[in-house]
């Protein structure tokens, strides 16, 4: 419901409610009091550079798998005169194994093989930009593939929250 009429909020109109939400609440607002302008500013440049760095790894990560996966078939082509659909069946296995042993080790090595911790941290914290870099390079084909399987949260580093379902 979107109102017509009153006074005018500072909400946006796609699926919010028709009363205003703030901003902030009060446990934000001390992380936004604790750092002076000059200071913030610094540490938005700083995790300016620390986002271009994750781009990059995500860039790099996803090019070698790419560059592998290319080989793969380059491989399968050129044995496929002597190995015959063998050849094909072969590399499209190996790719199948080892795209998702490839993207397990990629997210866990973002967390640097130990798990993530809850923590309430300010945006500008090292804490925040090391557990943002972790989610962005969760968007692996590994999401969509094993959804629904219940090893997904085994291949996807989040074992520790695993539970069965029945």
Excluded at 103 to 131: C, M, Q, T
Excluded at 139 to 144: C, V
Aim: charged share 15%; proline share 5%.
């Amino acid at each position: 419901m979107i109102p017509i009429d009153g006074p005018v909020a500072r909400t946006s109109a796609l699926g919010s409610p028709c009363f205003e939400i703030p901003r902030a609440v009060d446990r934000d607002r001390q992380f936004s009091t604790a750092l002076d302008e000059e200071a913030r500013q610094q540490r938005i440049r700083v995790k300016n550079a620390h986002n271009i760095v994750t781009v990059a790894l995500f860039l790099l990560g996803n090019w070698l798998f790419i560059s592998v996966t290319l080989l793969l078939g380059y491989a399968a082509v050129t044995y496929y005169p002597q190995f015959g659909l063998a050849s094909v069946l072969g590399s499209s296995a190996l790719l199948s194994l080892g795209g998702i042993l490839y993207f397990a080790l990629l997210e866990r090595a973002s967390l640097g093989f130990k798990p993530l911790e809850p923590k309430v941290v300010s945006i500008y914290d090292n804490y925040f930009w090391f557990h943002e870099r972790h989610w962005k390079f969760c968007e692996s084909p590994l999401q969509t593939l094993l959804k629904g399987v219940p090893f997904q949260s085994v291949c996807s580093g989040d074992s520790q929250n695993f539970q069965w379902r029945s």
